[in-house]
């Protein structure tokens, strides 16, 4: 197979040597009205191609990935044409291509299964820019989805360059699609607290909190018994963009009304008991 390829490649440049030595001021004038004819195709099929993807409201990088390569296909052609005016076998060409494009494919194995993951996710959609997600390992605000890297801003401020194949190859979590999400919190109380006298002081802080939900109903309820202590779940719901306010907000005020309650929140202990004979 190199030798048949060798011998394409020299053949190729052969008939191309051999042109130039034949080349003309009538041949010049022909490609050259040729090589004008095909920019003003060009131009006009990438615009045709351009409005057609604009009626179909596709995403602006899917857009410019398959305008860029609508171009790149159309100059192969029409090189293809110009070459072939010259005289130079079509076959051969197309064997010198094919190599050439299997090199580079080899050479850019990790640059083309980024681009085809960037492919997936700007057709699947799975977040958009200002979207806070959990990608390739990764938790952060998404700051623009690009063809072969998506550029999320970290909670400490960082910008994380990560590569779109190590994004569509595993789960991407999404905390900013739906509008509501759930504040799940856990309290460990002393068996002392009754019940009832525990639940209240949360349902309290939950009821008179702007930001949480009355509905889906808040979920109060004791989650176990524990070596110490008696822990109780407490959901609630608010607005995704309020979650964190909620989060710590809650975690503070439960704190403070357990304190004007007198419930205590215990912690791991053991009583030893010593039994005299």
Not at 43 to 61: F, P, Q, S, T
Not at 137 to 151: C, Q
Not at 230 to 251: K, N, P, Q, S
């Amino acid at each position: 197979m190199p030798n048949v390829d060798t011998e394409t490649a020299q053949e190729t440049l052969n008939i191309l040597e051999e042109t130039v030595k034949n080349f003309s001021w009538q041949t010049a004038a022909i490609l050259a009205c040729l090589l004008v004819v095909s920019v003003v195709a060009i131009r006009i099929l990438v615009g045709l191609a351009d409005r057609a993807m604009g009626r179909i409201k596709l995403d602006h990088g899917v857009r410019t990935f398959l305008r860029s390569g609508l171009k790149v296909a159309l100059w192969l052609i029409a090189i293809c044409i110009l070459l072939g005016y010259l005289g130079v076998p079509m076959t051969s060409l197309v064997a010198l291509l094919s190599v050439l494009g299997l090199a580079v494919s080899l050479a850019m194995q990790g640059t083309l299964s980024n681009l085809a993951g960037g492919i997936m996710l700007l057709t699947a959609h799975p977040f958009s820019a200002g979207d806070f997600v959990e990608a390739g390992g990764v938790s952060g605000t998404v700051r623009e989805v690009g063809l072969v890297y998506t550029k999320l801003d970290t909670v400490d401020n960082k910008v994380v360059h990560i590569p779109n194949g190590d994004i569509s190859g595993k789960t991407i979590v999404n905390y900013s699609a739906n509008d509501k999400r759930r504040v799940d919190l856990k309290f460990t109380v002393s068996y002392d607290a009754t019940p009832e006298t525990v639940k209240g002081c949360m349902a309290k802080v939950v009821g008179e909190h702007p930001k949480t939900f009355p509905s889906p109903e808040p979920v109060i309820r004791v989650n176990g018994y524990g070596d110490s202590a008696v822990e109780y779940i407490l959901r609630v719901w608010c607005a995704t963009g309020d979650y964190w306010d909620v989060y710590f907000d809650l975690l503070e005020q439960v704190k403070a009304a357990f304190d004007g309650a007198g419930v205590e929140m215990t912690y791991p202990h053991m009583n030893v008991h010593m039994v005299k004979d």
